[in-house]
């Protein structure tokens, strides 16, 4: 089958897709944008976390089919989608409080999703490199993501709150001290820049 | 999208001097916040297949026949492959003993096993054709533990073993058993006023690293092939690919992908001969992508093991005699196995004095998953039994269990089982100090100013199991002594290559070598080494592959030692180069050129004293200066074995633990408040980073002591929880929060004094939990990991 | 495999109808993991994710009518005065990821044991909106669960909706795991107090081939509520009641020993959720009593 549908701000045309492929699958393996990650393709991990109408899910459990005009953001438009929300006063009021509802109505502009170069990185995005959250590196991208929308939602949280908003996310490698470094960071530059 | 993913080189410069001993970021860092690092899963070429592996759905059997007709013809399926189509002789491979067939061979002895390979042009064709792999067995009796391993009558799990360890081994069921024998433990019991006896049991751990096992093999037109993985280490790999592929080495050109973590599940092959046979087959490219459930299946685990344990204590608190009888479960393949049991038994009495000692370790071979290295291997096993027995003793004695632990403590100079004294700083008592120093973390932290108890700091979590009832908080202390490095006498070894040269004006050294990353920071710590020994601010880390010389395995925290070493001492040589180069050059000018000691500090030449010869764009002008050299570690002795007497392991890494745990006594529910950890690195090359290890570790030793363990069905031999639903590790939930004390005492044998530093804080955090439960609860828990039934005796 | 893509509830009947043996996604979180991992090649796949009704909700006078796809997210931020049991379940369900995705409809759909939403439906009481091309019929919940992943639908029905009845009375639900977070439940136990009918409902997950209530622990419980006065005199309940209840509700179960927890342990756990819930509800209760009458 056919889907046709938006991934950071860009229309795609995915074609020959078998009715069985994760919207993980189309977005990796069709589209070539691999930042999202395999780890278990049964949302036991966050690893494939993408923004879905504005909404983090797990990529690998969505159905190729169920996207067909709807918008994606992956890893790989995180900056720019962080950039875009910035511009547009984003959390400038300190009441970004974003619902699923508020979250579905985003929209995207189109940028270089492939090379994701003319990239600054978004806030989220330098605080895990700065905190020293980044080992192996491959729950990286559905971390970020999941962060990322948590700030949007709450850009005060305490730890309890990040603990509960990343409890979807494994990692392997960090004890997640510095993820927690990270997020933190995030939160404090943010309401620095207010 | 036409052309493979390669990884790229990683350059990073800055204006500070970004040496040793400074945070400097990962140069990796940008590519994967970007999503654009390419791991081996993300590898992707024009016309590529998918490669599909049929695994054996039965532990034990003999294969009465497969047949293929139907796969073959299944529309876009170009290749299925058996052990008949195998091209050469060598059909085998194994990390030490050459025993895991390729594809099987008339008989499976572990569930999961590779019977036969798919290439087709989707996955889902791929696994449809595989499902139409029609395999008869014959099912066998399965071997699941010592007692039917090595019963009179047992099928040999390996008939005709010719490996170097069958002459020695009680049974050939037992792959190795290694004794430590040292003064004379019956005389030394007599004088043991208490004795505790215990009997552990530790569950097969999983390594659960994210990016499941996945590579790219691309055929070449000099009949070669290219191979885009992740491992451990490309030059073993490579020895044992090549042979089975009838292609010389320089023919399988291997180049390291980005790599979803290891700990110690990548040192064995997995998918790599498989997707190179495809490849050859084909003559098309063929990736491999495990999904979670084939990991569970792709991979060795963590040894289980049971552990018998006797230690004997005086009246005043010191330590007579211990005895130990240590049974890891190999399962099918060797693996790693007679590595696992040098360090268990090596290293079964802990960071203790005991001078009258009698230790056994075996590793055996049974129809379960093979086991092989995981992070602390057989150091891990023991510690959890030798702390639990530490403070059963100190207990019976009357003692403080830190202070019980810190009488017996060994130090600098203690003659360890095997007869080798301990040459460098052993801080165990300190490390016991700092960690129980450590300010407390508040209590009931659940309570909010409302009236609610916030449930995500209690035990259950989000499930809303307690609000404060039944639960009691306690707390426990482990200490535990890992080697570093190969040990028994393995050449174990480092290649770097190094450059220098001018480039955009600008000095820039390049460092190559085949070492591994795998997360934990390497690449990092090769460029801070280069700019220290180089003066340089801009070094490029080029990517791993077997065009340089082999780095050895990125395990047994040996990375930074052995490959940093051998990037410092090519450094060292480049410098020296670079010197000559000057003093061809401007020797004239200046006296100091001959007289003075020489460093390379800020792209310049300067003196000891501080005085500027020479920019090094200036020495260098046009040239480069290229050395690649090996460099190796002080040479180590295989333990005796009989008595197991040998200078065995080339350095030793400490770290303590203290555990805080609050449980709900009721329900058998943990909730890990803090763990503590106090670990002496030598010196911290990059200190971020070392702390990142510390945390890892600890969390993963967590992980083992209240959740993770691969669960084998005792009748079948068959796996029960092969996905993330079923084998849970620690989120970010179940991780408290982990303060580390870094201690620095050099190592005068090691580059900078450093200590190998990742396996350490993997065994002694087990025990600590463990210790803490049964402070809380009052149960003598023999077994880890624990489980809400073993604390609610339900 | 074809895939099913209805723009309307209409639609997706008629798809149903001509296709039985369709399998409805909407969250995905059951069906694609059964994909993903090759346990399950259906035939056909139903995509409800363009039916925006089922995901939308009315609250009524005396239930919610909650569409099956709601997300658990929603439940949990929009619900909770109507509905605190199954919010509180709701917060349970794996990950957030999982719960912007999943709803109730896909846990009454796959029916297994395990589904965090039924023991807090069972205990609020709530009917099961069926409908195909022939009609629609409300199923009570008692009735829905029929075995191990089975349930009531006939082969063309989809579930449009839950009728949950709004709740009267304090409601409470745990569930035990063995991690902190992102867990499949060992056993879960939910319960309510419906002050207005002075009776008590509880369900159980994971401790019987289906979910189940602990009928003659209710009906001990409301009878000695009843005796008591309690509903009245918002006294303390006594120890030895709540021992009763907690061993009513462990006796209701029926449980096998599996990778996730041994038998004997979940009778165990759903008696001590029991007597914990009991505690919690029957406070909140009283100190709702207390604060509305104004009595000390």
């Known amino acids: 089958m056919r889907v046709n549908f938006t991934v950071n701000g860009r229309p795609q045309e995915a074609d020959d897709v078998w009715e069985g492929e994760s919207l993980l699958y189309v977005l990796r393996e069709r589209l070539g944008l691999p930042g999202s990650k395999n780890a278990c393709e049964q949302g036991e991990c966050g690893s494939c976390t993408v923004r879905l109408d504005g909404v983090p899910v797990c990529s690998c459990l969505v159905a190729a089919g169920q996207v067909e005009g709807r918008e994606v953001v992956t890893v790989e438009g995180l900056a720019e989608f962080a950039k875009q929300r910035a511009e547009h006063g984003g959390c400038a009021t300190g009441s970004c409080g974003t619902s699923l509802d508020e979250a579905r109505r985003w929209e995207s502009k189109p940028q270089d999703s492939h090379t994701g170069e003319g990239g600054e990185l978004s806030p989220i995005q330098q605080a895990f490199i700065d905190a020293g959250a980044v080992q192996c590196g491959f729950c990286t991208p559905g971390l970020l993501v999941a962060a990322d929308e948590m700030l949007e939602r709450n850009p005060t949280p305490t730890d309890a709150d990040i603990r509960e908003a990343l409890s979807g996310n494994l990692c392997r490698c960090t004890g997640y001290e510095k993820i927690m470094d990270a997020v933190r960071l995030a939160a404090a530059r943010q309401s620095e820049a207010v | 999208m036409g052309t493979t993913g390669t990884p790229t080189n990683l350059t990073q ?497 390049t460092v190559h070598t085949a070492m591994a990353e795998v997360g934990q920071g390497g690449v990092t710590v090769h460029a801070q080494i280069a700019r220290t020994e180089l003066g340089v601010a801009q070094v490029t880390i080029q990517p791993a592959d077997t065009q340089v010389g082999s780095a050895g395995s990125t395990s047994a925290s040996r990375q930074t030692y052995v490959t940093g070493g051998a990037v410092k001492n090519s450094c060292e040589l480049v410098r020296e180069k670079v010197l000559e180069l000057g003093r061809r050059k401007f020797g004239t000018y200046h006296p100091a050129w001959a007289t003075a000691e020489l460093l390379l500090e800020g792209g310049k030449v300067v003196t000891d004293g501080g005085e500027v010869l020479a920019d090094l764009v200036d020495v260098l002008g046009d040239e480069s200066v290229e050395i690649e050299a090996e460099w190796r570690h002080r040479p180590t002795e295989a333990f005796d074995l009989r008595t197991g007497q040998g200078f065995g392991h080339v350095q030793y890494t400490f770290a303590a633990h203290r555990a805080v745990v609050e449980v709900d006594t009721e329900l058998g529910l943990v909730k890990v408040i803090e763990l503590a950890c106090a670990q002496d690195v030598g010196k911290a090359l990059n200190p971020l980073s070392v702390l990142g290890q510390i945390q890892g570790g600890t969390t993963q030793g967590l992980g083992i002591a209240v959740m993770e363990e691969i669960i084998v069905d005792p009748k079948t031999a068959k796996v029960k929880n092969p996905s993330f639903t079923d084998y849970l590790i620690p989120t970010i939930l179940d991780t408290p929060t982990i303060p580390v004390d870094v201690l620095e005492l050099a190592d005068d044998h090691a580059p900078y004094g450093l200590r190998g530093i990742g396996e350490a804080p993997t065994l002694s955090s087990t025990p600590a939990v463990l210790a803490a439960i049964r402070n809380a609860t009052g149960l003598e828990l023999n077994r880890t990991p624990v489980r809400p039934e073993h604390l609610t005796g339900k | 495999m074809d895939f099913l893509r209805p723009a309307s509830w209409e639609e997706a009947l008629a798809a149903k109808a001509e296709h039985p043996t369709a399998v409805p996604i909407a969250g995905g979180t059951d069906v694609m993991v059964e994909i993903n991992f090759d346990h399950r090649r259906p035939e056909y796949l139903l995509d409800l994710n363009r039916v925006g009704e089922l995901s939308e909700w009315e609250v009524g006078e005396e239930s919610v009518r909650l569409g099956a796809s709601v997300p658990y997210t929603r439940i949990m931020e929009n619900l909770r005065g109507e509905l605190p049991g199954l919010a509180l379940a709701s917060h349970t369900v794996a990950s957030p990821q999982i719960r912007n995705r999943g709803g109730v409809g896909g846990n009454l759909g796959t029916a297994s044991p395990a589904g965090d939403a039924h023991p807090a439906l069972l205990a609020a009481g709530a009917e099961v909106e069926a409908e195909s091309v022939r009609g629609t019929r409300l199923i009570p919940i008692d009735a829905f669960y029929t075995g191990v992943k089975r349930n009531a639908l006939a082969p063309d029905e989809l579930i449009r909706a839950v009728h949950i009845k709004k709740a009267d009375g304090p409601q409470q639900y745990s569930k035990v795991g063995t991690r902190n977070a992102m867990v499949i439940a060992v056993c879960a136990f939910g319960l309510a107090l419906h002050p207005e009918t002075r009776t008590v409902r509880t369900g159980i997950g994971s401790a019987a081939p289906t979910p189940v209530r602990a009928k003659a622990a209710e009906e001990f419980l409301n009878a000695a509520l009843d005796e008591g006065g309690f509903w009245d005199n918002g006294k303390i309940i006594t120890p030895s009641v709540a021992k009763q209840f907690a061993d009513l509700c462990s006796a209701a179960c029926n449980p096998i020993d599996d990778v996730r927890g041994t038998a004997s342990y979940r009778r165990h756990a759903v008696g001590i959720m029991a007597r914990r819930t009991l505690t919690w509800t029957w406070e909140s209760y009283r100190g709702t009593a207390a604060h509305t009458e104004g009595v000390a």
Not at chain 2, 239 to 250: F, S, Y
Not at chain 2, 338 to 344: K, L, M
Request: with cysteine; aromatic share 6%; glycine share 10%.
């Open chain 2, 13 to 509: 410069g800055s204006r500070t001097r970004g040496g040793i001993g400074e945070s400097t970021l990962r140069p990796d860092g940008i590519l994967k916040v970007t999503g654009e690092f390419a791991y081996s899963s993300d590898m992707w070429h024009e016309d590529m297949l998918w490669g599909q592996i049929l695994r054996s759905t039965v532990a034990h059997a003999e294969i009465v026949s497969i047949d293929t007709g139907e796969a073959l013809a299944t529309p876009g399926v170009y290749a299925v492959m058996t052990y008949d189509d195998l091209p050469t002789e060598v059909k085998n491979y194994g990390l030490e003993i050459q025993d895991t067939p390729v594809l099987a061979h008339g008989k499976v002895r572990h569930h999961g096993e590779p019977v036969a390979i798919v290439a087709a042009d989707h996955p889902e064709t791929a696994r449809r054709a595989a499902a139409k792999i029609k395999v008869e067995y014959r099912e066998l009796p399965v071997i699941t533990d010592e007692a039917s391993a090595t019963a009179p009558d047992a099928i040999l799990i390996h008939e005709g073993r010719d490996d170097h360890h069958i002459g020695h081994v009680p049974h050939p069921n037992i792959v190795h058993r290694q004794p430590i024998v040292r003064g004379n433990v019956e005389e030394a019991a007599k004088k043991a006023d208490f004795v505790v006896k215990g009997e552990y049991t530790f569950g097969m751990q999983d390594q659960a690293f994210l990016g499941p096992e996945s590579g790219l093999a691309v055929p070449a037109e000099d009949g070669g092939v290219d191979l885009y993985i992740a491992t451990q280490w490309l030059h073993s790999d490579l020895r044992q690919i090549a042979p089975v592929l009838g292609l010389p080495e320089d023919k399988v050109r291997m180049t390291l992908s980005g790599v979803g973590g290891a700990f110690g599940g990548r040192e064995d092959l997995s998918m790599q001969i498989h997707a190179c046979l495809l490849a050859l087959r084909t003559g098309k490219p063929v990736k491999i992508v495990y999904n979670r459930f084939e990991s569970f299946f792709g991979h060795v685990h963590r040894h289980p093991a049971k552990l018998y344990y006797e230690h004997g204590a005086t009246k005043d608190g010191k330590l007579t005699h211990l005895k130990a009888r240590i049974v890891l479960d190999g399962g099918a393949y060797a693996s790693a196995s007679p590595a696992v049991v040098g360090n268990a038994s090596s290293l079964g009495a802990g960071p203790y004095v005991v001078d009258d000692v009698d230790i056994e370790a075996i590793a055996l071979y049974t129809n379960n998953p093979p086991c092989g290295a995981m992070r602390g291997f057989g150091a891990v096993q023991a510690c959890f039994a030798y702390e639990a027995q530490m403070d059963k003793l100190a207990d019976k004695v009357g003692m403080d269990r830190v202070a019980f632990r810190q009488l017996n403590a060994m130090e600098q100079g203690t003659v360890m089982p095997t007869g080798q004294v301990v040459d460098s700083p052993a801080p165990v008592a300190e490390l016991l100090r700092r960690v129980k120093a450590m300010p407390m973390p508040p209590e009931q932290q659940w309570l909010t100013a409302g009236e609610a108890a916030d449930v995500r700091q209690l035990p259950g979590g989000l499930s809303n199991t307690t609000h404060g009832e039944g639960v009691v908080r306690g707390v426990g202390y482990a200490v535990g002594i890992k080697n570093v490095g190969f040990s028994e006498g393995f050449d174990d070894y480092s290649t770097a290559k190094v450059r220098m040269e001018v480039v955009g004006g600008e000095p820039v050294a």
